[in-house]
């Protein structure tokens, strides 16, 4: 059995940081991308980034600039950095991975951006 497990949500001023942390465990896979998605109250799930096995990297326009993507291959980890953070950027954040074994989803961390 696989599991994303995130970490790092908080709340934080507006121009403020934080890094989000996704591990993937479990056995027998190996990982397609490791990515982000969020949904603020009332919105759907939208795209943040993503970081595939041979390194490359998608990020959604509203967090171009801002946001970094990275990854651990040996901890099987993502992370994302995301700096000059925004109040608009308020969602709930969800890992989200494509393994050999199918798409998975984290529970979410929530990231709130307020003064």
């Known amino acids: 059995q696989v599991q994303l497990e995130e970490s790092g949500g908080g709340l934080v001023q507006p121009g403020g940081s934080l890094r989000l942390s996704c591990a993937a465990s479990?056995?027998?896979?190996?990982?397609?991308?490791l990515g982000w998605y969020r949904q603020a109250p009332g919105k759907e799930r939208e795209f943040v980034a993503r970081?595939?096995?041979?390194?490359?990297?998608n990020y959604a326009d509203s967090v171009k600039g801002r946001f970094t993507i990275s990854r651990d291959n040996a901890k099987n980890t993502a992370y994302l950095q995301m700096n000059s953070l925004k109040p608009e950027d308020t969602a709930v954040y969800y890992c989200?991975?494509?393994?050999?074994?199918?798409?998975?989803w984290g529970r979410g961390t929530q990231v709130t951006v307020s003064s």
């Open positions: 479990g056995s027998g896979f190996s990982i397609n991308f």
């Open positions: 989200n991975a494509l393994l050999n074994r199918g798409a998975y």
């Open positions: 970081i595939f096995s041979g390194g490359s990297i």
